[in-house]
């Protein structure tokens, strides 16, 4: 099956900026990533999901603006969260096909 | 939005004992699958089954599936510790669609 990496594993970021996360699959070409949300205690919320060369199809309730992504490549896919806050603090998650990649953890102060 | 509901929440065993977690979901689906994952990290794939299985196989792991009764149960025999963690199902809705996550069973295997 595909391997997933993401990268970074965590970070921590200040209000009012923007963070980079990338998600590759490192065996597998990928028209199609998905990414999902999870807070503390719960599950997998799916967010988006990217298609290369082509816009990402989000999820009612989730921002685009906000959460922008991008799949310039059969093995990258991008999101970032633009004028992050506290409460987009959580656990970001992508998948290629049923494959997970560790999870990015981001922490807004 | 969600499809599955899991039950239980959260289930306390000690080794050696079989943990069973069942999962109910409410559309049709392709396929139905469980993943597992430690504290903090991604998911593990662990078994898939295909709407026209009943039954699936794979080690300690026992996943069965009910269409009829839109459920499917994943029992793991003589539990480990390290098979501490939470456990979720995941439906592939037919046609097409998207993985949908069940809310997750914390099982804690105590030694």
């Known amino acids: 099956g595909a391997v997933v990496s993401q990268h970074p594993s965590r970070v921590i970021c200040k209000s009012g900026t923007s963070v980079k996360i990338e998600c590759r699959s490192l065996d597998f070409q990928a028209t199609t990533m998905f990414w999902y949300r999870q807070f503390p205690k719960q599950s997998l919320m799916l967010m988006a999901t990217s298609n290369e060369g082509s816009k990402a199809t989000y999820e009612q309730g989730v921002e685009k603006d906000k959460f922008l992504i991008n799949h310039a490549s059969l093995t990258l896919s991008t999101l970032t969260v633009t004028s992050a806050h506290p409460e987009d603090s959580s656990f970001y998650i992508c998948?290629?096909?049923?494959?997970f990649g560790p999870g990015t953890r981001l922490t807004v102060l | 939005s969600q499809q599955g509901e899991e039950d239980p929440q959260a289930l306390s065993i000690q080794e050696g004992e079989n943990a069973t977690m069942n999962c109910s979901y409410k559309?049709?689906?392709?396929?139905l699958q469980w993943y597992r994952q430690n504290s903090g990290r991604g998911l593990v794939h662990l078994i898939l089954?295909?709407?026209?299985?009943r039954e699936k196989h794979s080690g300690r792991l026992r996943v069965t599936l009910d269409t009829s009764k839109k459920s499917s149960s994943l029992l793991i025999t003589a539990s480990r510790a390290a098979d501490t963690a939470s456990y979720f199902c995941a439906t592939f809705p037919s046609p097409g669609g998207k993985l949908i996550f069940g809310q997750g069973t914390e099982l804690s295997v105590k030694p």
């Open positions: 089954i295909r709407s026209n299985e």
């Open positions: 998948s290629v096909e049923q494959f």
């Open positions: 559309t049709s689906i392709n396929n």
